[in-house]
């Protein structure tokens, strides 16, 4: 039998390729679960003024080395005393929305979220 020549170089090489493919689909799948997130989050937003419920937005996703971080927030841009109290207090009522805007919707839609981002990687394998 022959002898086979790998040449290290080569394979390092495709490996990155495939971990830079791979790293980009979950990026691109984590953002799109998490604009789910978003469509929802500013369906359940308390609406007063809509000046709380104009900050809610997705984030594009950072990628570091070891990590993939998507974020939903509410609250930058003047509203940031505003947003927590409202998101955190169970006994306020809002005549229009609920408290729990982000947090609710992220439970609600974990598992959209989770199959967008099998769906992203899918499409690359």
Do not use: C, W
Request: glycine content about 8%; cysteine-free.
């Amino acid at each position: 039998m022959g002898d086979i020549t790998v040449n290290a170089s080569d394979v390092l090489r495709n490996l990155a390729a495939v971990k830079s493919r791979l790293v980009g689909a979950v990026a691109g799948g984590m953002f799109e679960g998490a604009q789910r997130v978003e469509d929802l989050a500013h369906e359940r937003v308390p609406k007063d003024t809509g000046l709380l419920d104009s900050t809610i937005h997705t984030q594009e996703p950072i990628i570091t080395e070891n990590m993939v971080e998507v974020r939903v927030s509410a609250g930058e841009g003047g509203a940031e005393d505003y947003a927590l109290p409202v998101h955190e207090d169970l006994t306020k009522f809002h005549p229009r929305g609920a408290a729990k805007y982000l947090e609710g919707p992220q439970n609600e839609k974990a598992e959209e979220f989770f199959s967008a981002v099998v769906t992203a990687v899918e499409e690359v394998a």
